[in-house]
Structure formats: structure tokens, C-alpha cells
């Protein structure tokens, strides 16, 4: 039986087709309630900074220096190594031109990929999984590590898997003897519902053999849970997550103590032990791109916080990143720039971002179709 079952996996999980593997696997980690990312990258020489903020901006002599302008929040020394090690590269001034400032929505923009609701209601990530599909395709080809499958993959059967330990029949109960057998025997057809299933079955049997992180913190664990699965070589392309809690309107805190360096500290350790997970594993061609919906305004309100702005930080990291450097034509922060809402002006449409990760990362030829009504402008973060 178990030889039977391991053939079954080759054949449903591989892909054979017209279409190439792609040279790389890309992870798309969103931060939800739109991050503050003067916080983050600061500008640590622009005495309107310091002039809007005047109890929450990071003080000049604390920060760890990107380069002459700006410098990375001091809760942030693991992605600060991987800077200096070129494994990191830092777009400020980016954002999505809809300049939509409602979190859901502005969620689902960037998602789409797109400046409004497209005619096809699919996300970025399920247009390219659908233009290159194959009746052969892997059930992982497009995974999101959580419960609800992130809207940049919709229109394609992407899989939400919350953990490795809990993936698979019988839930957390375990009463699976039999169910497996049971429900294959349902399948046993040609048709597309039938093949699917069987694909679904091996999948769950194939995750089954998985040895998944028990660590406490969710985020920590999907990480670790994510690096296991891209290591097994299960046919996964293109992966998506979260993280929330960026809605920092208010008790940002200073630059050691607050919410702000919690936040920033947790997303260090985070991906700086991921990006480490993945070194150690040799898996060289995963590039993670790190986004948010919208940036904060550039002034602190009245509470310690920040309001919803526009300008945005991104962030792409990995072995094949052009890292070292910090890209975007910065328009500065001045009154006469910043205009009446005080908002850090978007000078790269984050399409563009996302569009160098299709090209260089996934081998799209044209990026722009993954953007309705969008002409790809390369920003250089990879290739």
C-alpha cells in the first residue's frame, strides 16, 4: 500500500506540461492595518520629520543607517544584517495610486492589483496561476499559510492551510481510520471533481508526513510550517500570509518602548529567523516581498499614533533580491510637498514592485498582464 500511495503522489503532484517550473518561489507577506513606514525606514536626516513627530519619531542616533537618508527602526537588527548582506532591498514611496484609504478595501486593491474593482474579481497572484495552468498542476501550486485563502490568489483553487499539524483528515479529532479509504473509493473516476479530489487526498496524505513547528506564537509557527512545506518540494509557486495589528493609531510609543517597537521587533524576528530557516535548508530561490495596504500620515495625532496616509514602505528580501539598497525617487517630506492631508507622496506604484517579483521570481514574460489596465515600469529590486 505504501508503494501504491507514493507512486499515486508523483503523478498528481508533479507538473508536466508546456509550462516551465518557474525559477523561483515567491512568498507574499501582508501586513494588515496599514504600517507606519516612517517608522519602519526611517528618514533620519529631514528636520520635517523630527518636526512632525515630535514624541514618537526615531532619534537619528539610534537607528541602524540604510545609507546617507534613511535607517531602519533599532528593534529591526536582523533585517538590518540581511541589508548589509544584500539579501534585502527597501522601496520607499510606493503605493497604490487609488490612494483608497478604507482598509478593506484598499486590502482588496492591492490584492487585485489594480487602482478599482476589476471585471474578473481576480487577484495578482491567481492570474498568473490560471495562465499557466495544467490539468497536472500540484494542489500547493498556490498556498496560503492561514484559515481563508488570501483574495490575491482568487480565481484559482488555492489551498488555506492554517498548520501542518492540524492539515489532513479528521481535523483536530484524529478519527481518520478508514475516512481516507472511504472517501478515495468516492473517487475513483475520470471526471474533474474526482480527479480533484483524489489530488485533495494526496495532498492531506502527502502534508501528513510533515513534521510541524509546535511553537506558541501563530505567526512564528506559520513561518517555520511554511519553510518545512517549501523544503519538501511539493510543488508550491507562489505563497501568501498575514500579520495584523498595524492600525497604530495611537500610543505609537518611542523608540524602544510602544507598540511600534513591538510590532517592528516581532516582524524582525520573524522574518530575519525565516529568511535564516530558508538559508539553512539551501532553499536559494525564495524571494519574500513584504506589503501593506497604505501608509500614515506624516504628523502624529493627538493620541501618540498616526492616521491613515498613503506613501508606503516595501520590503523584498532573499538570495536572488538586489539587496543593499534603497530604491523609490523620494519626494520628501516638506509642508509644500507633503500638501494639506500631510501624506508621504507614492512615487512607485507598487504594481511594479510586485510586477520585478513575476518577471524575475516566477518568469512571467509580460507582468503587466497581472494588472488590469497597468504598464509595468521595472523597479530593480530583482533580476
Known sequence: MAGSAGSVL?????????????????????????????????????AAYYAARPTIAVPANVVRPLNAKFGLHPAMPRLHALYQAGKLAVVVGAGNLAGNRSHFAAQDLCEYGATSIPGDSAGWLGRYLNATATATDSVFRGLTIGNNVNASLRSDPALGLATINEFGLGGLTGRNSGLGAMIRGQYGGTQTIEKTGTRALDAAARVGTLSGSSAADATTRAFADLAVILDAEIGVEVATMNTGGWDTH????????????????????????FQADLDARGLTNVTTVVMTEFGRRVAQNGSGGTDHGFGCVMMVLGGNVNGGQVLGQWAGLSPAVIGARGDVVPTVDFRNVLGDCARDVLGVSNPSSLFPGHTYVPVGVTG
Open 10 to 46: 508523483v503523478d498528481t503532484l508533479s507538473r508536466t506540461s508546456a509550462f516551465a517550473a518557474p525559477p523561483g518561489r515567491l512568498v507574499v507577506l501582508f501586513l494588515r492595518g496599514g504600517q507606519d513606514g516612517l517608522s519602519a525606514v526611517v528618514p533620519y536626516t529631514e
Open 250 to 273: 495611537d500610543a505609537a510609543g518611542t523608540a524602544g518602548v510602544g507598540d511600534m517597537s513591538v510590532l517592528l521587533g516581532g516582524l524582525d524576528s520573524q522574518l530575519g529567523a
